[in-house]
């Protein structure tokens, strides 16, 4: 069993940043990929950006590739998400999931609860 807690989110101007974390519980953090997804009002959930087991991996959304950046520290159990250069359309509620497969699934084994991002333009 593994609990996500995310933190970081906010209301931030366009062009800005924020760093979003996620805390998760459970002694094997280091045996799950872990990953972001979204969900804009009246949109479904889509995939952001994901990171394998040991951090050697990381795959982005096409519309984040060098805005977003993923890391993760397993002696934390901690997955974090820098984004800059934000816009308004980013504005959405950013989930923190963990998945059991070597690569992030687009239907994850666990969830946070969320964090609210919103851009102001």
């Known amino acids: 069993q593994v609990q996500l807690v995310e933190s970081g989110g906010g209301l931030v101007q366009a062009g800005g940043s924020l760093r979003l974390s996620c805390a998760a519980s459970?002694?094997?953090?280091?045996?799950?990929?872990m990953g972001w997804f979204r969900q804009a009002p009246g949109k479904e959930r889509e995939f952001v950006a994901g990171?394998?087991?040991?951090?050697?991996?990381?795959y982005y959304a096409d519309s984040m590739k060098g805005r977003f950046t993923i890391s993760r520290d397993n002696a934390r159990n901690t997955v974090s998400l820098q984004m800059n250069s934000l816009k308004p359309e980013d504005t959405a509620v950013y989930y923190c999931?963990?998945?059991?497969?070597?690569?992030?699934?687009?239907?994850?084994?666990?969830w946070g609860q969320g964090t609210q991002v919103t851009v102001s333009s």
């Open positions: 999931a963990a998945d059991r497969s070597v690569r992030m699934s687009s239907q994850p084994d666990y």
């Open positions: 990171i394998s087991w040991s951090g050697g991996s990381t």
């Open positions: 459970g002694r094997t953090f280091s045996r799950y990929a």
